[in-house]
């Protein structure tokens, strides 16, 4: 079993910041990318930001410049840093990571229960 439980969120005026985190734990041997997805009323789950066990990460255009996706391996955590937030970015976060549970196994895909984030105009 693995779980990814994010924390971090809630209501924030337009132009603050927040960061989110997810930590994942149980029987985890290595984990692959980790990513924020967000899912706004309405509209469909869209990918925030990922970031590689490497390191390498890529953003959606809407957040570049504002977001950054820093990850602790040691910790197998993400964080979502969200900066110069806008009220178009709220939405529910949800943190994904693709692991693996044993050295011969696939990588597979991991949620968050999410969390919701509000900004004011």
């Known amino acids: 079993q693995v779980q990814l439980v994010e924390s971090g969120g809630g209501l924030v005026q337009a132009g603050g910041s927040l960061t989110l985190s997810c930590a994942a734990s149980g029987s985890i041997f290595s984990i692959n990318s980790m990513a924020w997805y967000r899912q706004a009323p309405g509209k469909q789950r869209e990918l925030v930001a990922s970031?590689?066990?490497?390191?390498?990460?890529n953003y959606a255009d809407s957040v570049k410049g504002r977001f950054t996706i820093p990850r602790d391996n040691a910790k197998n955590t993400v964080y979502l840093q969200m900066n110069s937030l806008k009220p178009e970015d709220t939405a529910v976060y949800y943190c994904a990571a693709a692991v693996r549970v044993g050295p011969g196994d696939r990588p597979y895909d991991y949620w968050g229960q999410g969390t919701q984030v509000t900004v004011s105009s």
């Open positions: 970031i590689t066990r490497g390191g390498s990460t």
